[in-house]
């Protein structure tokens, strides 16, 4: 039953993402729009985007010591980039492995404990989530309107948002629903969320001991604007999508960001989520899909040549290497 229960938690995302991606090609005519709107965007921008991307990650692996170095672990930065990227790679595969196989290519290499790798990262984790989480809030705080008005035009197709006389109701609707969910849906739902709540505490609380807590911020807040950056740059390889507010650009990432859930590394999924967000804005759906495709094709090649190209290198570049330097951390907020 338990190996039943693994196969489908691989098999219905891969599924899932199959079926997009066949709805998103089948129909020739909007094979062709896709297609064409791609071919006429400007590629510069769309480079632009990857060199962002890739930075990103190499910021990361270097945030990554700031963790491991107050553990007594002095490691190597080509040694830990090599294992970020080959675990986005395998992640795209098979999701959430390549957070163990990044753990364990460090502890094969640097010689670290696994559990010590594999908890920073699940450290790293929870400041990722604290970050989406804090986009995602502002960005439906500041859309609302933009939002609120699309959801209250589908429950009340005749009546604006404004207008509704049930506006009012549906938020208390919706609030006692998630009420209900979360403390009458049965033990194991509260027990997830609570574990959850807790592994957010225990994972601030290895960040705030760390002796290099200054820098650790920093390079969350880079990697976070080079996020956002890989994601606003590839507007303006269409006249169309340059001139987007910039509510549009912040629904998008959000809307791009929680469907790489659903799929691995949001195949199929993504661009669907991308085009919706942008047509919140009066963006025509087809193009926004177009643009959402471009960047996911562009970010997902990268990642597979790069991840490719680390689990290559890793092994010759630690060929003659012993493991981590033991070092005797200083307390210093810097």
């Known amino acids: 039953m338990k190996n039943i229960g693994k196969a489908l938690k691989i098999g219905i995302p891969l599924g899932l993402a199959v079926y997009l991606m066949y709805i ?12 064409d709107a791609i071919d006429g965007m400007n590629l510069f921008w769309i480079f632009l985007s990857i060199v962002c991307a890739w930075v990103s990650h190499l910021v990361r692996a270097r945030r990554w010591e700031y963790i491991l170095e107050p553990m007594g672990y002095k490691t190597r930065l080509w040694t830990r980039y090599h294992a970020t990227m080959a675990g986005y790679l395998i992640n795209m595969i098979l999701p959430r492995v390549g957070e163990v196989s990044r753990a364990a290519l460090v502890t094969k290499y640097e010689r670290v404990p696994f559990d010590k790798t594999f908890g ?41 948002a404004e207008a509704s006389p049930y506006g009012f109701y549906i938020k208390i609707a919706i609030a006692v629903i998630f009420v209900v969910v979360f403390f009458f849906l049965g033990q194991k739902l509260k027990d997830k969320v609570i574990s959850f709540l807790k592994g957010i505490a225990e ?22 604007a080079l996020y956002l950056l890989m994601f606003y740059l590839p507007f303006f390889s269409m006249p169309e999508s340059a001139a987007l507010p910039l509510g549009a650009l912040c629904a998008g990432f959000v ?21 919706l967000a942008l047509s919140l804005y009066g963006f025509d759906l087809g193009l926004g899909q177009a643009l959402g495709m ?6 997902a090649l990268m990642l597979i040549l790069f991840g490719a190209l680390s689990l290559l290198l890793v092994p010759i570049y630690n060929r003659d ?14």
């Open 203 to 224: 994972g601030l609380m290895s960040i705030y001991k760390t002796p290099f807590k200054t820098r650790f911020i920093i390079d969350s807040l880079i990697i976070w």
């Open 255 to 275: 809307f791009g960001s929680f469907s790489v859930v659903l799929t691995p590394g949001g195949t199929g999924t993504y661009h669907f989520a991308v085009g």
């Open 120 to 160: 920073t990262i699940a450290a790293e984790r929870i400041i990722d989530v604290i970050m989406l989480g804090s986009i995602t809030i502002v960005t439906m705080w500041t859309q609302r309107d933009v939002i609120w008005d699309h959801v209250a035009a589908m429950l009340n197709k005749d009546e604006s």
């Open 294 to 299: 471009a960047i996911w094709a562009s970010q």
């Open 24 to 35: 998103t090609f089948e129909d020739p005519t909007k094979r062709t729009e896709l297609f």
């Open 321 to 334: 290497y012993g493991g981590y330097t033991p070092i005797s951390v200083q307390k210093t907020s810097l």
